[in-house]
Nanobody, 127 residues
Framework: QVQLVESGGGLVQAGGSLRLSCAASGRTFSSYAMGWFRQAPGKEREFVAAISWSGGNTYYADSVKGRFTISRNNAKNTVYLQMNSLKPEDTAVYSC????????????????????WGQGTQVTVSS
């Protein structure tokens, strides 16, 4: 069982930056592939970024590529999402997710591929 708690959300002006954190419980965090998703009001949850359990493989949605960076610190049981050059269309509730992975290079980009979810943190970008 893994419990995930996000933090770091808030209100920022367009062009600004935020860093989200997702702290995970459990001793086997380093065996979990992790992902970030977001959901805006009236829209479906969408994939943002994913990282393998080794941290050596990452994948991004086209809408955030070049602006967002996912990383992890397995010693701290934490995954991060650095968000730069934020746009009003980035406004959403951001959630992290985890799935146990057998391979160090596996990234998961679909919601159905994850077993554990955090409660989410609100990010609001003003124009």
């Amino acid at each position: 069982q893994v419990q995930l708690v996000e933090s770091g959300g808030g209100l920022v002006q367009a062009g600004g930056s935020l860093r989200l954190s997702c702290a995970a419980s459990g001793r086997t965090f380093s065996s979990y592939a992790m992902g970030w998703f977001r959901q805006a009001p009236g829209k479906e949850r969408e994939f943002v970024a994913a990282i393998s359990w080794s941290g050596g493989n990452t994948y991004y949605a086209d809408s955030v590529k070049g602006r967002f960076t996912i990383s992890r610190n397995n010693a701290k049981n934490t995954v991060y999402l650095q968000m730069n050059s934020l746009k009003p269309e980035d406004t959403a509730v951001y959630s992290c997710a985890a799935v146990l992975s057998q391979h160090s290079y596996t990234v998961v980009t679909s919601t159905v591929g994850y077993d554990y979810w955090g409660q989410g943190t609100q990010v609001t970008v003003s124009s």
